[in-house]
């Protein structure tokens, strides 16, 4: 089974993944992960972050596993290097270069023939998954995204400078050539601005019931 979470940023998307992913007993994946781990190791092995041949390169010879729920790169969990804004700073750009997205593509379909999996991102129902069994979309204005952003005191930056940049890396998501951020005509569009995660979660888990498909659901619903 393949449930497909997608959205910009601070819409939400992890927090409801992760929650979904335990109560359905689903594998959970961030995508996004994915390529940041591309972008620190990038920055990591000292490459220039605009030398796209090198990154392509890279991306290919590096190996970006899940291993107890963490990212690993090359075998060691560097997780809580993948926030820095140091990445946040390069991230949409190599994640806009298409051999990259195939690199991570190709790796998060492998993951999904073995298990069922919730994954969130960008383009998940509409590149990665567009057979994917339920299709979320989640949205939010930017001065809430900025806000959830900023209380995860994850970054160094101001309210207004993380506002600045997630409106740039809107505008870069939803027009790169490659994996554009769009909403897939069979998705179910949920505006999370003034929903709790609660909320959210109910009906998200309400949808993956319809389908008959996840035990875990089914069995806690009777």
Same mark, same amino acid.
């Given at each position: 089974? #393949?449930?497909?979470?997608?959205?910009?940023?601070?819409?939400?998307? !992890?927090?409801?993944? $992760?929650?979904?992913?335990?109560?359905?007993?689903?594998?959970?994946?961030?995508?996004?992960?994915?390529?940041?781990?591309?972008?620190?190791?990038?920055?990591?092995?000292?490459?220039?972050?605009?030398?796209?041949?090198?990154?392509?390169?890279?991306?290919?010879? *590096?190996?970006?596993?899940?291993?107890?729920? &963490?990212?690993?790169?090359?075998?060691?969990? &560097?997780?809580?290097?993948?926030?820095?804004?140091?990445?946040?700073?390069?991230?949409?750009?190599? !994640?806009?270069?298409?051999?990259?997205?195939?690199?991570?593509?190709?790796?998060?379909?492998?993951? !999904? &023939?073995?298990?069922?999996?919730? #994954?969130?991102?960008?383009?998940?129902?509409?590149?990665?998954?567009?057979?994917?069994?339920?299709?979320?979309?989640?949205?939010?204005?930017?001065?809430?995204?900025?806000?959830?952003?900023?209380?995860?005191?994850?970054?160094?930056?101001?309210?207004?400078?993380?506002?600045?940049?997630?409106?740039?890396?809107?505008?870069?998501? $939803?027009?790169?050539? *490659?994996?554009?951020?769009?909403?897939?005509?069979?998705?179910?569009?949920?505006?999370?601005?003034?929903?709790?995660?609660?909320?959210?979660?109910? *009906?998200?888990?309400?949808?993956?019931?319809?389908?008959?498909?996840?035990?875990?659901?089914?069995?806690?619903?009777?």
């Amino acid at each position: 089974m #393949v449930i497909a979470i997608d959205g910009p940023a601070g819409t939400g998307k !992890s927090t409801v993944a $992760r929650r979904i992913a335990r109560e359905a007993k689903l594998f959970y994946i961030n995508s996004g992960n994915f390529y940041r781990a591309v972008t620190w190791k990038v920055l990591h092995d000292g490459v220039s972050p605009d030398d796209q041949e090198s990154i392509v390169r890279l991306a290919r010879g *590096t190996d970006i596993t899940i291993a107890n729920g &963490h990212i690993h790169i090359d075998g060691e969990n &560097h997780e809580k290097e993948l926030r820095s804004d140091r990445v946040d700073q390069w991230v949409a750009q190599h !994640s806009a270069i298409p051999e990259v997205r195939d690199v991570v593509n190709d790796r998060l379909r492998a993951i !999904s &023939h073995s298990l069922d999996v919730i #994954v969130e991102g960008r383009d998940i129902s509409t590149v990665v998954f567009p057979d994917a069994d339920v299709k979320i979309y989640l949205d939010a204005d930017v001065e809430t995204r900025a806000r959830r952003r900023f209380d995860e005191n994850t970054s160094t930056l101001s309210l207004q400078e993380i506002e600045q940049r997630i409106a740039e890396r809107d505008k870069r998501d $939803r027009t790169k050539k *490659t994996g554009a951020l769009k909403i897939a005509e069979d998705a179910l569009y949920l505006d999370t601005s003034d929903l709790t995660i609660d909320q959210v979660c109910e *009906t998200v888990i309400n949808t993956i019931r319809k389908t008959g498909k996840n035990q875990e659901l089914q069995d806690s619903h009777e």
